[in-house]
């Protein structure tokens, strides 16, 4: 199913309808401030697993982000953060940023793995972050690309319609999307770190 919804103004209605075809486990994917991205309920295992082979990664290592619609989410899935990050976060955020956090225990009974951190995305842009709202908790994220994937497809909703109609269930249409990735922070250590530097420039 391909939806068109726009970002000034997203429609409820359809937001409620996909938010639905989550919560039933299904996969979607949906437009950030950066690329598109392919996600599903974090806590619907089997549709966790869906993902991980569309992207042919190892849940037990791959490096997945959640997106979540504010800093609220953000504390049910990691450790306490100190001053320094938490305002990092709120002067970054919304924007094409991934944190990456020391994780609490909800992380890996999420996963059935050892997972000792978490990314964290809450990216500028209406459409995914309504979604997460209507959803109610965040939404597992992976983009439609590999880093050294840099191709037309990934940018045209359409086209990314086209390559993956019979693997997921909705791809939203929020128009074309960007082929540069967000700036991946690592905060999981004293001093907040650039591990990536994509889309988002920020001075640490």
Request: net charge negative.
């Amino acid at each position: 199913m391909l939806i068109k919804i726009y970002e000034d103004n997203p429609n409820e209605k359809e937001l409620k309808k996909v938010a639905d075809i989550l919560r039933k486990g299904g996969l979607v994917i949906y437009p950030t401030d950066t690329i598109y991205g392919i996600g599903c309920d974090i806590n619907n295992a089997k549709a966790v697993e869906k993902v991980a082979r569309i992207k042919d990664i190892n849940l037990k290592k791959a490096n997945l982000s959640f997106i979540c619609y504010d800093l609220s989410h953000i504390s049910d899935f990691t450790r306490p953060l100190d001053n320094q990050v938490f305002k990092l976060m709120k002067r970054c955020l919304p924007g094409p940023f991934t944190f990456i956090l020391n994780a609490n225990s909800n992380v890996p009974k999420l996963f059935k793995n050892n997972k000792k951190t978490v990314g964290i995305r809450i990216p500028n842009n209406n459409i995914i972050r309504e979604l997460v709202n209507h959803l109610g908790n965040p939404i597992l994220s992976t983009s439609v690309r590999d880093d050294d994937d840099v191709v037309e497809y990934t940018t045209d909703p359409e086209l990314i319609y086209e390559k993956f109609a019979d693997q997921v269930d909705v791809v939203i249409d929020g128009g074309f999307g960007g082929n540069a990735p967000s700036t991946i922070i690592d905060c999981t250590d004293h001093e907040p770190e650039i591990i990536r530097q994509g889309l988002g420039n920020i001075d640490l």
